[in-house]
């Protein structure tokens, strides 16, 4: 494997060498999503979390594209700086992400997670458990805007997602139900990924 670029020890500050090698080893994954929302909802989850020591997540994002994303999650870590990629992508394009699913082929590092119809798909789930389809990411936009949830929801735009983030742990849930239903839609797979980054308890 080739020398990380990232530091994946603790930062030691101003402690001694001898006392950061004896931190624990902290995993570095980084998210690859398509638009502005999904960056403002990841980066609220890691400000969250921000205390965790055994993890430093890096956000990136990429054109709204299934394959786009992969390529540039690929890209990145290249030189294997990151334990893990999670490329976060819509699922309202099946032939794209059937394409994505190609160009990653055999690699371990990466880990595609298609929400269907699309991201707000995951967004509901912090408020509700429901199995009921969607016919178009229009319709789960619309009901994600109904009141006591986020009624000023705009797509493709960056939001402030910081008092979702006190769901968290109801949407992966929710999301395991789901999939434990075994539906193409809706679904997610976004409970790996926030199980991943979650501190343990």
Not at 42 to 64: D, G, M, P
């Amino acid at each position: 494997m080739a020398k990380r670029a990232h530091i994946s020890t603790l930062d030691a500050g101003t402690r001694s060498r001898r006392l950061a090698k004896q931190e624990p080893q902290r995993q570095v994954i980084l998210i690859v999503c398509e638009g502005q929302t999904e960056e403002a909802y990841f980066r609220a989850v890691k400000q969250r979390y921000r205390y965790a020591k055994t993890l430093n997540v890096e956000i990136s994002r990429a054109h709204s594209d299934p394959v786009k994303v992969v390529e540039k999650g690929k890209g990145l870590n290249k030189g294997r700086d990151f334990d893990r990629v999670y490329c976060v992508v819509d699922g309202d394009k099946p032939d794209r992400i059937e394409l994505a699913l190609k160009h990653i082929g055999a690699r371990d590092d990466l880990d595609l997670i298609v929400s269907v119809p699309c991201f707000e798909a995951w967004l509901l789930l912090h408020f509700e458990r429901s199995d009921a389809p969607f016919a178009t990411c229009t319709e789960a936009c619309d009901r994600l805007r109904q009141p006591h949830r986020l009624p000023d929801y705009a797509k493709g735009l960056r939001y402030d997602f910081t008092s979702l983030a006190d769901r968290i742990d109801t949407a992966i849930d929710n999301a395991e139900w789901l999939a434990g239903r075994g539906l193409n839609n809706p679904a997610t797979g976004l409970h790996r990924l926030l199980t991943h980054i979650r501190p343990a308890p």
